[in-house]
């Protein structure tokens, strides 16, 4: 059974930072490229980051220079550590891995509140 698990949402104070972890567990041949998407209320799912085994990220402008991407390809996790976080952040956070035969996996996603 392969799965991808997201973990680390919650609600957070305008400004404060979270930090988004999803895990690869199950049968996947080799994970490629690893990343986020995320759909506010009322909104299209929108990218957020990828990144490749060997560490080239890549950001939506909305989240440059306050979201960093990061993977350990050893225990086939990516990260999101979320700082200066803001309300239009608010969304449901997808997490998801594209292996070596092209096929993708998504996670059931994780609830990111930003809010007073």
């Known amino acids: 059974q392969a799965q991808l698990v997201e973990s680390g949402g919650g609600l957070v104070q305008p400004g404060g930072s979270l930090r988004l972890s999803c895990a690869a567990s199950g049968s996947f041949f080799r994970l490629n490229v690893m990343g986020w998407y995320r759909q506010g209320p009322g909104k299209q799912r929108d990218l957020v980051a990828t990144i490749t085994p060997t560490g080239s990220a890549n950001y939506a402008d909305s989240v440059k220079g306050r979201f960093t991407i990061f993977r350990d390809n050893g225990k086939n996790t990516v990260y999101l550590q979320m700082n200066s976080l803001k309300p239009e952040d608010t969304a449901h956070y997808y997490c998801?891995?594209?292996?070596?035969?092209?096929?993708?996996?998504w996670g059931q996603g994780t609830q990111v509140t930003v809010s007073s």
């Open positions: 998801f891995a594209r292996n070596d035969l092209r096929v993708d996996f």
